[in-house]
């Protein structure tokens, strides 16, 4: 038997003031995602995401506000044969600061609840975010 290859990341819900749910796209991708990343040895999911999001977006966003939204199994987005171990939590209120593209970012877009059911044009989501966080986002 083959072990899974397996991707163990965290990442964050942040919505602004109209509900619209912050995703990025990063550098030579096409999906876009919830704003996180890899976990680093000695961290907590809650930790990986704080740190993740300070790095991709310059949000300073302590471990200790985040919420538990879920943890999912998905297909990872960008590494094709890999599997995707998600820890994803929400950022409780509107976010009030100004996200900035940084590090392996190229692209953040909000999205409204009906543009992440259902995708415009030729926008893709990450298999993670359109199958399981935007469930447990919206219900």
């Known amino acids: 038997m083959v ?3 397996l991707i163990r990341v965290a990442a964050v819900v942040f919505r602004n003031a109209e509900g619209h749910v912050l995703t990025v796209r990063k550098r030579g991708t096409q999906r876009f995602m919830l ?3 890899k976990l680093e040895d000695g961290e907590t999911f809650a930790q990986t995401a704080s740190r993740e ?4 977006l310059g949000l300073v966003v302590s471990a200790a ?3 538990p939204l879920g943890e999912f199994r998905s297909d990872a987005a960008n590494e094709p044969g890999f599997a995707l171990e998600s820890h994803v ?3 409780p209120g509107e976010l009030t600061q100004t996200p900035r593209v940084a590090a392996e970012i190229e692209e953040l877009r909000w999205f409204t609840e009906a543009q992440l059911r259902e995708p415009e044009g030729d ?8 199958f399981n966080a935007v469930p ?4």
Do not use: H, N, Q, S
Not at 53 to 56: F, K, L, S, T
Not at 136 to 139: E, L, Q, S, V, Y
């Open 89 to 91: 939590f929400t950022y």
């Open 123 to 130: 926008v893709l989501l990450a298999p993670m975010l359109e």
């Open 65 to 67: 506000e985040l919420e």
């Open 53 to 56: 999001v300070e790095e991709e």
């Open 136 to 139: 447990a986002i919206f219900g």
């Open 3 to 5: 072990a899974e290859k």
């Open 35 to 37: 704003p996180g990343g």
